[in-house]
């Protein structure tokens, strides 16, 4: 009876320790709290430089397909001899991959 009376009396200070400790708990830990603020961090970073790598390879390309409208025909000419394994009879070719 004594521990029920002494615990009413101080329901305010217990609920402020468990409010305390829930709010402590969901800000370290939590869905939005500090270890996944971290892990987010680290995976926006990934994919930015997932972006960056992306971008500089559609840059590429897109130079590549200019030069294939543009008809270059140096750059055509690297094409077929690298797809088609071509060359003269004079030329040595060497496979390097």
Do not use: C, P
Request: net charge positive; glycine share 6%.
């Amino acid at each position: 009876m004594r521990l029920i009376e002494s615990l009413k009396k101080k329901k305010f200070v217990l609920f402020n320790i468990f409010f305390t400790l829930y709010i402590g708990i969901n800000l370290i830990g939590g869905e939005r709290g500090l270890i996944s603020y971290f892990d987010k961090k680290n995976v926006y970073k990934e994919l930015k430089n997932k972006e960056k790598e992306l971008i500089s390879k559609l840059d590429d390309l897109e130079h590549k397909i200019a030069l294939i409208k543009k008809n270059d025909f140096d750059y055509l000419d690297m094409l077929y001899r690298e797809k088609f394994k071509y060359g003269t009879k004079d030329e040595i070719i060497i496979k390097l991959k």
